[in-house]
């Protein structure tokens, strides 16, 4: 078997990862319109790009997984993929998800890998999670980004965490607005806890 690399790739949610800054300011639907990179995303469409960028943390979380094994799969060929398992739901222009258990039959179906949704996990127990598992999806707030400011609420973005100790949570986050918060962000434990909803969804390659 192939060895797995060190370091873990990352990708943004969007195709150009500069595009977060543009969101934030414009809105998704109107600034993910002049991503010039959005085929690369599996969209059929810009349409197609603009509706679903904003929705698919957890699918660049598992792009990044994959590509640990040297499989890139495009974003949105993913969440289409994984919307045929109910990990998401399309009512016209809205998408709600995603949602843990069928996330977890999909990626043990198409790919294989060992997963399990976890509620009620406090911060501290991270780290022992990681320990059985090689990355615990979790689910914070996109706020995140802004590691001084106090988040609205707690949950509505997911962000993929590598390692936890009493040092330091060090995770990649698929709408980090600058380098420093997307790959590798660095959030001390009491600092992670601020925007950690207490879920999340271990997985093992």
């Known amino acids: 078997m192939k060895p797995l690399p060190e370091t873990v790739p990352f990708f943004s949610q969007w195709e150009t990862p500069d595009m977060t800054s543009a969101v934030l300011a ?46 890139i799969v495009p974003t949105i060929e993913l969440a289409r993929r994984c919307t045929g398992y109910g990990g998401y739901v399309v009512t016209g222009g809205s998408i709600k998800g995603l949602i843990y258990a069928p996330f977890v039959s999909f990626v043990k179906a198409e790919f294989g890998l060992e997963a399990q949704v976890m509620t009620n996990v406090a911060t501290s ?18 706020s995140i980004r802004w590691p001084e400011r106090e988040p609205p609420s707690k949950g509505g973005h997911l962000v993929l ?14 709408s980090g607005h600058t380098r420093a918060t997307q790959a590798n962000a660095v959030l001390v434990p009491a600092d992670f806890d601020c925007f950690f909803a207490n879920r999340g969804i271990a997985v093992a390659i």
């Not at 959005?38 to 197609?48: F, I, K, M, P």
């Not at 965490?161 to 698929?174: I, K, L, Q, T, Y």
């Open 161 to 174: 965490v590598m390692s936890a100790s009493d040092e330091g949570f060090r995770f990649h986050n698929p």
């Open 26 to 71: 414009d809105g998704a639907d109107a600034a993910l319109r002049r991503d010039p990179l959005w085929q690369g995303s599996g969209a059929r469409t810009l349409d197609e790009y603009a509706l679903w960028a904003a929705n698919i943390c957890g699918m660049a979380c598992l792009k990044m997984i994959l590509a640990m094994r040297g499989q």
């Open 125 to 142: 127990d991270i780290a022992a999670i990681l320990r059985q598992s090689r990355f615990f999806i979790a689910s914070v707030s996109s």
